[in-house]
């Protein structure tokens, strides 16, 4: 499986920017990066995408290292809402349509 | 805009009864998902399929597990002579097209098994 790799947990401050790392160092060339999230007692909720450029929505910003080979997902002011799991998600092709998720990092917020 | 839906939400059976797990996609998704979240385990993809198609079943166990997604209708996850190891949050998403285009969850039926 193609492998990303991120902190087992982080911890945030209500109202600050949060960054959530990831690498993935052998993406090839058309394999897009994915971030969903899963609130508790919930289904996965998609985030972002991207491919090679950064991207911005309302819900964060999705910045991809020149070589690609990490990204990072920005939410520009968290709240306890955003107290989550993220899983940072490889898209590749030889794997169709499946979505295939890591142990992800535990989002903790603090008021 | 009705996103996915999925019934029942929690779902109690004896061991040795076949369970029903049913997803309604959202409105103009053609592509229909299942996953499973065993307790204190990650989700693993189980099967891929679209209108009357199973597209990748590369995750189902070989036994007991069947999935359909008919012409009309919701999509289902059929378990049969379900086992206390079936317990587990099932999650169905679906898509509009293949690709890379996002994956929209439902909230899960949790299966417990007495």
């Known amino acids: 499986d193609a492998k990303t790799t991120q902190p087992n947990s982080m911890e945030s401050n209500e109202e600050e920017p949060v960054h959530l790392p990831c690498n993935h160092s052998t993406i090839s060339g058309t394999d897009y990066i994915h971030w969903y999230r899963q609130l508790p007692s919930q289904g996965p909720e998609y985030v972002i995408h991207g491919l090679t450029s950064n991207v911005n929505n309302r819900m964060a910003s999705l910045a991809i290292a020149e070589d690609r080979k990490s990204s990072t997902l920005i939410l520009h002011r968290a709240t306890l809402r955003d107290a989550a799991v993220y899983y940072c998600i490889l898209r590749v092709a030889s794997y169709g349509n499946k979505l295939v998720f890591g142990a992800g990092t535990i989002l903790r917020v603090k008021s | 805009n009705a996103g996915v839906m999925q019934n029942p939400r929690h779902l109690v059976r004896r061991r040795g009864q076949e369970a029903r797990l049913r997803c309604s996609p959202m409105?103009?998704?053609?592509?229909v998902y299942w996953y499973r979240q065993l307790p204190e385990e990650g989700l693993k993809f189980m099967v891929y399929?679209?209108?009357?198609?199973?597209?990748?079943e590369s995750g189902m166990p070989k036994e007991r597990f069947s999935a359909e997604f008919p012409k009309e209708g919701p999509s289902i996850l059929r378990i049969q002579q379900v086992v206390r190891g079936d317990s587990a949050a099932y999650f169905c998403a679906s898509s509009p097209g293949q690709g890379h285009q996002p994956q929209h969850f439902g909230d899960g039926t949790r299966l417990s098994i007495l």
């Open positions: 399929l679209q209108k009357e198609n199973i597209i990748d």
């Open positions: 409105k103009g998704h053609s592509h």
